[in-house]
Each structure stands twice: as C-alpha cells, then as structure tokens.
C-alpha cells in the first residue's frame, strides 16, 4: 500500500499474497486406518470451535438483525478468532515444538491439526471480509452511518482533523527506524501496528520503521455526524510530520498475535501470587504465532516483518477489512436505536420485590423457599449483588466464603467483601489466579482484597477453581444458617449482563454443609470428602454423570437425556452417549461452542442431534437433565422410575472440567424451578426457532426462518419470564 493508494477496505479486492509461499509443517506419521476410525467417531475439538465462531459470523449477516448488533458480531467473531490464535494455535505450535505427536481422540496429530486449522482460517478471513466490506460498509451507508477514507473528508473536515491531531495524536507517537544502531523493535501483543519504508532524497538510504498505533484514543475518529475515519489513515496521512524531509514510500497496518500461555511450575513455586506476576511480564514476549496484514502489503515489508516475527508465509493473514475489527463495538456508542435491538430489561425476581418492599433482608425470602436465578432476564444487580451486599452489611452475617474467577473492572462484589472485611467479619476468597486473560486483574484485586484484611487463597496445586460458589454463615437467633449461592456463571457484573446464566440461592442444609465442606478443602488442608448434594470435579463429577447416562440408557427408547452446556469434547463422555443411542435412548444436545460428539450417524449416533443457540446473549448456562434419574444422598439409586434429574452448575463436559478444575453442579428439585429449566429447554428444541442443526455430515444448518430472526428461543424466554414478574405468576414463587 502506498501512500498514494487509496485504502482498500470498503471496497472488494481480489486477495495478494505476496512472497514464495513457505513449505506445509511436515505431517507426523500415523496409521492412516486408525485415524480414519477415530475421525468416523469423533470432531475435531479446533475445527468444531472455527465451525462454532463461523455460525457467530453467520450473524453479522442476518437480514433480522438490526445493523449496528450485525456489526457488533463481526467484532466477536474478529476478537474470537484472535484469541483463538493466541490459546488453541500457541499450543499446537507448543506442542510440535516439544516434538509430540499423540493423536487427539479423532486421530489427529498436532502437525495434523495445525494444517487442517490453516486450511480453514482462510476461508474464514474472507468470509469475514465479506460481511463486513461487502455487506456491512454500504448497507450502513444506505443508514446515513459512513466509514470513510481520508481522501473522502471535507476541506472543514481535514482541518479539524489536523488540530485534533496536533493537540491529541502526534504527542503520543514514537516512530522506530531500524537501521544497524536500532534494531527491529518489540512488537506488543495484538497491538496495531504501521510497517512503513522511508527513504532519504539526498542519499538514497531506505529505513524500515514500526510505529504503534495508540488506543489512548478512538480507533473510528467521528469526523461528523455519522461518519467514522480509521485513525490510521489519518496518522497515515500525517508521516510526514514524523519522518521530516524523508520520503515515504508505502506502508501497510500489521498486527501480531503471540502465544498467550502461562507455564507455571506450581510445584516448585513458593509464591503463587509472584509465580503468576512473572509469568504474566515473560508472556509478554511469547513466540508470535500469526500475522495480519492489508491484502495488498508490498512484497518487502511482508518480507521482513515475516522474517523478523519468525514466521513463516503460512502464518499470515491477508485482510480486506480493517485490522481488528473489535473497533466496531465503538459504534454501538451512537444515538440509533433503530439500528439496534429493542431493548430487554432485567426484571427482579418477584419475592425479591416483596422484600424489598417490606423492608426485610434477601434472607428472609431464601429461608421461605430456595431461590433458581435465570440472568439476564432476571437481574443480577437485584440478586447476586444484593445478596452479597447484604450479607456484607447484616450484623447477623458472621462469615462470607466465595470464589472468584472471572470479577472483571469496577466490581460491587468485592466492594462489598471489602466492606464485610471493614466490619470485623470473617471473609475468605478463593481468587483463580489462572483464569486465562484475567489473570492481571485477579492478581490486583487479590492484593486488594488481602490490603483489606480478607483472608485470600489462590487455589489448589494443579486445578483451576472455576466452580461458582458464595457461602454466607447467618445468626438467625434460633441457628446458625448457611445461606449459599451456586452458580453457572462469573460473579461479574459485566457480563451478566449479556451471558445467559443460572444461579441458587439456599438454605438448604445438605448444601450449606456441603458447601462448607468445599471451602474447608479448597482454603485448608483436608482429603476429599463425600458430598452429600453436590456434584464436584475432579474427583467423582466423571463418575457420577456416567452412572447417571447409564442409569438413563437402561430404560432404552424410554429414556432421555438432554445436556445444555457450553462444549462437549470429553471422549469417555462422547462414547457413553452413543452407548445409551445403541439402546434407542434420546440424546438431545444444546451446545453453544465445541462439540466432537457425531449426531444422526447409522450404527453410531442415530438417537442423537445437537443443536447450537446463537444470539444477543451468549448462551452459558449448564443443565443436565435425565428423564429418569433419581439421587438419594448423593448416590444414584439403579432402576428406579422417578421424575427428572436437573442438574447445574459450573462444569461443561470437557477433560479439563472433568480432570483439571475445581467443578460444583447442584440438584435443582423444587417442581417450579424444575418447571422453569423445563421451559427453557423446550424453548431451545422448538422445531419452529432460529437455531444450527448438527448434521450428519458434521456441517452446521441454519434453522427456522431463514428471512427473519424470529421465533428466537432467548426472544421467547424473555416474554415468558417476563410474563411470570410481570403478572405475579413467577415459577419459583
């Protein structure tokens, strides 16, 4: 790209690759037989998670979506697949690199999966550019909302934009040369970048420079009503000012992705909490593992920031679109609720309502009756918050027990932790130091909260806790009560409100005991015991829900069993459910993201479909429902005909929930609540809603209406919840 080309974003272009295209990975050596019989039985775990963000791209193209939410799914589906690279392609590399070749359950090598994952990212980037470029940028046109060029801006316009930049943008530019006293420079993770050559006019010396571009300031600069510029273009078109009497020959905007994995030597480590703060400072300068690029980059600036990334050609992306494309959450700023969903308050939960209306503590409405939670239909702020909030400021509350993996920025709850602490009561959190992408932020509030005086642990030696649980320990004057919230998602305000979610709020004593139980082995030093309620991971959640499939399979064409979870990749997990499908049991699957398990396979799967729920709320919460399970004190009693078992809670059936974390499910059983998953079930099966059909063939299909977004199972659950506030007629009253 030079400087005299107009970018080529907005407009279709045939993609260039420039350069001699490097040699495929060499693929590992393996019995072709036994690959070929694993692939009939399995998915592969990367290419069912590239299949699961194609459906998310799907949505930037649906013609009932209004524009500006169809813009906010290219930025997921971008940032998706960044990190992607950063997590699922930084392994593969690891691993091939460690010169490991076991097979995953589908037969493929490492090696393997890395070709066939570069194979399909292609396709994806151009299916991408195509939403956004081809359809997106003249359909908002069409509504008056323009990304434009800087070749397209006013005279009034160019000269607002040069103050702004002289006051705001050019301060905060570092141009690095690289010559023999400047060598190529570190470039930063995922940040956007300008590769430029430079050339002096008296000597005839050509440098290469990077310069960063900043995020202290809008990516899309608002020139005018409606109109939007990439604020590289306009530090593009201002080199000059920063490379003074040289002449700019071209340059092209770049962007690194590097391997975000933390190698942690838990063993060894004396100090978590600084174990963790280190690895977080070496992740910083991680091996890249890809590179985006304009699709018209000059063939020498690819050259070198190829070479100098150690990457190789097939590491390179080529992009008609503007690089990152999370930039399209900024437009979600503007003024144009036409452009925009119909907006779905969060209503309180009716018996929350009431107390508060009497003036009386949550407490006293979970004494009364357990409490089931669907956010975000149901407020988080009105329940979870408050709930802790209160426990926080209630004279009666002695104890706060939580865990902690996801709390996000600014956060109510570990406010009011610290307030509890500030009382005099004892408050303990078990903060996940290991959560992926959050570990900066868990490691600041864990040294706030200890500054505070609560008591803060960071998890067992070699598992994530990423089970979701508060325990509140209560003088109600005739006994001490344990009051407990179990959860499916993160206490994080944020993203309750856009994650699909459930949650517990009880008394009940088998659970409180239990509850304790957890706490006492994850904050002190105790053997596992035997939980009479709750399910929990690593040590007997495998075992249990076996049985339970099983249980479930020997009542053949009368059995049934429906999962609702975020991914399926466990092995063991995917060969019991086609055993209970040899025996003629129903096996409906609701599955967001990842799932290998084959559907509607003769002789295989025929018992079993699986169906994906996309929409303005990021499908989360886990339900495992078995027609005829039946639990007594934990154990699962054989043969017994009896209602459905509801289970939910924190884990979804992949190895690591079931080996490598700390996992909570809790037994939901009151006949309302049971009702009210129910519900949410049968809304995600209709035959008549917008949804993704797994098929045979292992391609995802587009079902329900294909010109509009509606009957949507989240569209439907709205209206019933809000129904049951609305009209006094709440299932869990």
């Known amino acids: 790209m ?3 080309d107009e970018a080529s974003w907005p407009a279709p272009s045939s993609r260039s690759r420039s350069g001699e295209t490097a040699p495929a990975l060499p693929l590992v050596q393996t019995d072709e037989s036994d690959r070929a019989d694993a692939d009939k039985r399995f998915l592969n775990r990367e290419l069912s998670w590239l299949s699961f963000n194609e459906r998310v791209l799907e949505l930037a193209s649906e013609p009932g979506i209004p524009l500006l939410e169809r813009a906010k799914f290219c930025a997921i589906a971008s940032t998706n697949l960044d990190e992607f690279f950063q997590v699922r392609v930084g392994a593969l590399k690891d691993q091939i690199a460690a010169g490991l070749d076991r097979p995953t359950p589908d037969g493929r090598t490492p090696a393997q999966q890395l070709v066939d994952v570069k194979a399909r990212v292609p396709d994806f980037v151009e299916a991408l550019d195509t939403a956004f470029v081809d359809r997106l940028v003249p359909a908002l046109a069409e509504a008056d909302v323009h990304l434009v060029h800087y070749a397209d801006l006013t005279d009034e316009e160019v000269e607002a934009l040069d103050a702004w930049y002289e006051d705001r943008v050019y301060p905060v530019l570092t141009p690095l040369a690289v010559d023999p006293g400047h060598p ?4 930063s993770d995922l940040a956007l970048s300008l590769a430029i050559n430079v050339a002096d006019p008296d000597t005839g010396d050509r440098r290469f420079a990077r310069l960063k571009v900043p995020n202290v300031f809008p990516r899309l600069v608002q020139v005018a009503s409606g109109r939007f510029l990439p604020v590289e273009e306009l530090i593009a078109a201002k080199l000059d000012t920063l490379f003074v009497g040289m002449i700019v020959e071209e340059w092209a905007p770049f962007r690194v992705s590097r391997n975000a994995d933390l190698t942690l030597a838990e063993d060894d480590a004396e100090d978590l909490l600084e174990a963790v703060e280190m690895e977080l400072r070496r992740r910083r300068f ?21 070479r100098e990334l150690e990457l190789t050609h097939d590491d390179v992306t080529y992009h008609r679109s503007l690089l990152d494309l999370s930039c399209l959450w900024e437009l979600m700023s503007i003024d144009r609720p036409d452009l925009k969903d119909e907006p779905w308050p969060s209503v309180t939960a009716g018996r929350l309502v009431a107390v508060d209306e009497a003036d009386r503590p949550i407490f006293d409405a979970i004494r009364h009756r357990s409490m089931l939670l669907h956010h975000p239909y149901e407020s988080f702020a009105t329940s979870v918050e408050e709930f802790i909030s209160q426990a926080a400021a209630d004279d009666k509350v002695q104890s706060i027990k939580m865990t902690l993996y996801r709390a996000g920025g600014d956060s109510a709850i570990i406010r009011s932790l610290i307030r509890a602490a500030d009382r005099g009561k004892q408050v303990a959190v078990l903060v996940e130091l290991k959560a992926r992408f959050d570990e900066a932020t868990n490691v600041q509030w864990a040294k706030q909260l200890e500054r505070a005086g609560v008591h803060v642990v960071y998890g067992m030696v070699g598992l994530k806790t990423h089970s979701k649980v508060v325990l509140v320990v209560r003088d109600d004057g005739d006994q001490l009560r344990r009051y407990c919230h179990i959860g499916t998602g993160n206490y994080n305000a944020k993203t309750a409100k856009i994650y699909e979610d459930l949650g517990l709020l009880t008394c009940d004593d088998a659970i409180g005991n239990d509850a304790l139980e957890l706490f006492n082995h994850l904050t002190g030093y105790s053997r596992a015991v035997d939980y009479e309620r709750l399910l929990v991971a690593p040590r007997e959640l495998r075992t249990q829900l076996l049985d339970l499939i099983e249980h479930e399979s020997s009542f053949g064409p009368d059995g049934h069993i429906t999962f609702k979870c975020n991914s399926i990749a466990d092995p063991e997990m995917a060969e019991a459910l086609y055993a209970a499908s040899a025996k003629g049991t129903r096996i409906d699957l609701i599955v967001r993201g990842i799932c290998c398990v084959r559907v509607g396979v003769p002789g295989l799967s025929e018992n079993i479909r699986a169906r994906s729920v996309l929409g303005r709320y990021l499908e989360h919460s886990r339900i495992y429902r078995f027609a005829h399970g039946h639990l007594v004190d934990g154990e699962l009693v054989e043969g017994a005909e009896s209602e459905a078992l509801h289970l ?19 037994p939901i059983v009151h006949p309302r609540h049971v009702l009210w998953l129910d519900q949410a079930i049968d809304f995600a099966l209709r035959p008549d809603v917008v949804a993704w059909d797994l098929q045979p063939d292992d391609t995802w299909r587009r079902v329900g209406p294909l010109d509009v977004f509606e009957p949507h199972p989240q569209a439907l659950m709205y209206e019933w919840a809000f129904e049951q506030q609305t009209v006094g007629k709440r299932t869990t009253d």
Not at 184 to 187: D, E, K, R, T, W
Not at 286 to 306: F, Q, S, T
Not at 648 to 664: C, I, Q, Y
């Open 2 to 4: 030079t400087v005299t």
């Open 286 to 306: 991680n091996k890249a593992v890809r590179l985006e690029v304009a699709h018209d980059v000059g063939p020498e600036l690819l050259e070198l920031l190829v």
């Open 648 to 666: 939910t809670g924190s884990a979804d059936l992949m190895p690591r929930n079931l080996n490598r974390r700390v996992e909570v499910l809790v």
């Open 184 to 187: 190529f420079p570190y470039i």
